[in-house]
């Protein structure tokens, strides 16, 4: 057996099957929707037409691809700005419950692994202006109904607002697990030396897992730039596409309207964008949050 593995033909042999179909699912796709972006292919017949630029050229002009990108950033400072923090607070909470613990768990979990078309539903429900729950208790203090998802001031940030409700408990048990990981001796020695639990918590507990969070808020951001369900279960991109992402704008392009070489434009330029956000948040932050050895 060690002889084996001293040759290389070895390690070949166990990489290959998987090399193959990392070259299959995803180089080849990324070098065809480049190839295509550069057509007027409609995805039905054989013939492509090359026109260099122009997809690219008009996408960047248009305004709806602008609202659309826009829309995607917002996805990812609300997840950024407000969900994260929201997460660790919560996973800090649920860490220190000392009964019903795993009935907490379940309960933030359960919305992650509901079906997405389920959850926009559900809150179109709740966002129903006639009878939905929201507007309901809104009432009881004497406010107008709101049209949640028909107003273009409401509309986003109430698909923001269910969008970070189905996904916070799948990162709540991402975080609590790191804390849970953390060695008791640490946060008991603390509150020997009189430390608050406040105070244990920001001080010992924050550090410890910055490398957990590091990879919550780089999911977040992957997440945000490939939303596109929830936003076709609840309004489909209206109203007048104030809620467009660009996973919807590149949908109705390439499957609705049958222009399918526009539509490979906008996924590698959703490529692009995801790359160069991503590579900008490992620069900045990734490289200080380092793994953390007990």
Known sequence: MDKALKKPLTYLIFVLPAFILFLAFFIYPIFTAINNSFTSWNGISQNMNYIGMDNYKFALKDPAFG?????????ILFSCLIQVPLIVIFSLLIA?????????????FMPSIM??????ILWQFIY????????????????????WLSEKKWAMISILITNAWQWTGFYIIM?????????KELDEAAAIDGATGVQRAMRITLPLIKPIVSVVIM????GAMKAADIVLVMTKGGPAGSTDVMATYMIRYAITSFKHGFGNTIAVLIFVFT?????????LFARSNERIEY
């Open 115 to 120: 079906s997405t078309a389920v959850i926009g």
């Open 275 to 283: 790359m160069i956000i991503t590579l900008v948040y490992q620069l």
């Open 219 to 222: 999911l977040s951001i992957a």
């Open 96 to 108: 220190n419950v000392r009964k019903l613990k795993g009935l907490y768990k379940t309960a933030v």
């Open 67 to 75: 609202r659309a990108v826009l829309n995607n950033v917002y996805f």
């Open 175 to 183: 975080v609590l697990a790191a804390i849970i990981s953390i060695p």
């Open 128 to 147: 129903n202006p006639d009878y939905g729950l929201l507007n309901k208790v809104l009432g009881l203090f004497g406010i107008d109904a709101i049209y």
